[in-house]
T-cell receptor
Framework: EADIYQTPRYLVIGTGKKITLECSQT?????MYWYQQDPGMELHLIHY???????EKGDLSSESTVSRIRTEHFPLTLESARPSHTSQYLC?????????????FGAGSRLTVL | AQSVSQHNHHVILSEAASLELGCNYS??????LFWYVQYPGQHLQLLLK??????LVKGIKGFEAEFIKSKFSFNLRKPSVQWSDTAEYFC???????????FGSGTQLTVLP
């Protein structure tokens, strides 16, 4: 079944550690996204990619980086985690229909930095 | 930059009550409009979408939304809610030429049995 997978679902880590949040999709979508979601707040776009070797920063400034070496894989990396990075990170991919992108979301990775 | 406003942060209803969740956006041009729902412990899922045509769109589980261009609104409605509708609801918009979605801050709906 085509889907979008995120690992880990939950991560508690100490300050200064390097972390990578994995995101993979089996739907063959060209476009992929990372959103940051805090309770009671809107989802903020932090990175997106329209294809292999294409990545852009989103509306919300983030110290994280992303890569897109394969169509199905869009990992997010924090070189040195800080408590301010504590949040939920949602990965999504999309297909274009009638000129608009319809996003499919993963289950999210909830990161806590101590 | 466009923005999306969801004025109700938390709505509490009894089963069988009618629901209307407000969504307003700021962009004046052609827009595509979405409502997403996140049930407890589950992914964000698409509830319904409007691209063009009939401004009254019907989604899954008896939900519908009406696009009123003059009011920059896309309110979500359901005539009779169920306990299983308890979830967080997000309105999202993208401009005609943009590829990213802008989300509202969400409305937590709690339906009491």
């Amino acid at each position: 079944e085509a889907d979008i997978y995120q690992t880990p679902r939950y991560l508690v880590i100490g300050t200064g550690k390097k972390i990578t949040l994995e995101c993979s999709q089996t739907m063959g979508h060209d476009k992929m996204y990372w959103y940051q979601q805090d309770p009671g707040m809107e989802l903020h776009l932090i990175h997106y990619s329209y294809g292999v070797n294409s990545t852009e920063k989103g509306d919300l400034s983030s110290e994280s980086t992303v890569s897109r070496i394969r169509t199905e894989h869009f990992p997010l990396t924090l070189e040195s985690a800080r408590p301010s990075h504590t949040s939920q990170y949602l990965c999504a991919s999309s297909v274009e229909r009638s000129g608009a992108n319809v996003l499919t979301f993963g289950a999210g990775s909830r990161l806590t930095v101590l | 930059a466009q923005s999306v406003s969801q004025h109700n942060h938390h709505v509490i209803l009894s089963e069988a009550a009618s629901l209307e969740l407000g969504c307003n956006y700021s962009y004046g041009g052609t827009v595509n409009l979405f409502w997403y729902v996140q049930y407890p412990g589950q992914h964000l899922q698409l509830l319904l979408k409007y691209f063009s045509g009939d401004p009254l769109v019907k989604g899954i589980k008896g939900f519908e939304a009406e696009f009123i261009k003059s009011k920059f609104s896309f309110n979500l409605r359901k005539p009779s809610v169920q306990w299983s509708d308890t979830a967080e609801y997000f309105c999202a918009v993208n401009e005609g030429s943009a590829r990213q979605l802008t989300f509202g801050s969400g409305t937590q709906l709690t339906v009491l049995p």
